[in-house]
DNA sequence: AAACAGTGCAACCGCTCTGAC
DNA sequence: TGTCAGAGCGGTTGCACTGTT
């Protein structure tokens, strides 16, 4: 179609705005308001294209932008409404006042990407993902079971399995290689049974509440039950997780020991299987927590992730 | 003190969406 | 109904800053 630019760049500036600049575009657009963003450099004065001139004003120079580091409580949000929304983030800045969607991407990818990554959490879809986790100090411990090999299965991804036997074949001392090598057996039989992979993708939850969820991520529930029920008594996985990630741990015992609600929000959408009629309100209430220390943070932050819920009610179009 | 690596963030790019005509 | 321009959006880049060796 051959679309014009939205200018023309010969002779517009480009980079770092100047303290000049900003404040000539805040006069004009105090005076005159944005209007016409295309024609707003020429009329204010600006050697620089419509689009930079809005991407200024939008992201830093609006009167209403909140600067400075992210709360816990805006960290808390973000994490939330992402694992709703997905990378839509106007829609997340949109809940958070005085944030734009440029620092909040930002911010995301810099600071809790990594974070969730660290603590083995699959930053698209939010589900644990033990195979991001370090398996060796997983797999090292005695208290390992068949029980809870067997309900691991449908989380570890067969490469990450096979690495964990190769690592345990490495200590022939201990005898739960050859529940390792039933598991991987297991997996085998479980892919030539089904015709699909036995594992939960990074993107299995992708189509929560507009399709169908499959058969898999059901038994999910009962199998991060049976594998954190044991912490109830101070034995199982919980030991075995890396320090950091204590927090989830301790919550999914906790939770899943109580009322098995961890994962919940998996579940009840696939039986619900209605988006339209999921409310916000208890995911964004989430509770204030003072921790101040980094470790304090990691820990709670850890476990109110896992605890998210999606409410019923939940209406997706107030967001897009 | 200098070199290098890692990190954070503002700004840009290019695609998509939307509404006017 | 199709075309086009404006605006919005998500992904990416480039650079300044900071920490480490």
Redesign the pocket.
């Known amino acids: ?1 051959g ?2 630019p ?1 200018c023309d ?1 010969n002779g517009l ?5 100047t303290p000049e600049e900003d404040t000539k575009l805040i006069q004009h657009i105090q005076m005159q308001g ?6 707003l450099p020429k009329n204010a004065g600006l050697q ?5 001139c ?3 004003w ?3 120079l609006r009167p209403d932008i909140k ?1 400075g ?1 992210f709360s816990f409580e805006e960290e808390e949000t973000i994490i939330q409404l992402h694992s709703v ?1 997905g ?7 949109a809940r958070l006042p005085g944030r734009t ?3 909040i ?3 995301w ?3 809790i990407r ?1 974070r969730l990554l660290g603590m083995g959490i699959d930053p698209v879809t939010h589900a644990p993902r033990l195979d991001l986790l370090d398996l060796s100090s997983l797999l090292n411990s005695p208290q390992l079971n068949l029980s809870n090999l067997l309900s691991l299965q449908t989380l570890i991804n067969p490469d990450a399995l096979r690495l964990a036997l190769s690592l345990l074949s490495s200590h022939t001392e201990n005898p739960d290689i050859f529940l390792l090598q039933k598991l991987q057996e297991n997996h085998l039989l479980n892919s030539q049974l089904q015709n699909q992979a036995p594992v939960v993708q990074p993107n299995q939850f992708d189509n929560i509440g507009t399709q169908q969820i499959p058969n898999q991520s059901q038994s999910l529930q009962g199998d991060m039950g049976q594998i954190f029920q044991n912490n109830s008594s101070g034995q199982g996985l919980n030991s075995n997780l890396p320090s950091f990630c204590n927090g989830i741990s301790d919550q999914f015992g906790a939770d899943v020991s109580s009322d098995n609600s961890s994962f919940q929000s998996l579940n009840s959408n696939s039986s619900n299987n209605n988006s339209q009629n999921l409310s916000f309100e208890s995911g964004l209430s989430t509770p204030l927590i003072n921790g101040s220390t980094e470790d304090e943070r990691d820990q709670s932050f850890c476990s109110n992730l896992l605890r998210f819920e999606i409410p019923e009610g939940l209406d997706f179009d107030n967001f ?1």
């Open positions: 179609m679309r014009s939205c760049k500036k480009k980079g770092p705005w944005p209007g016409n963003w295309r024609t620089r294209c419509g689009k930079s809005r991407l200024r939008t992201n830093y600067r580091r929304l990378n839509k983030w106007s829609a997340i800045a969607d440029n620092e991407k930002n911010y990818n810099t600071h990594k897009m």
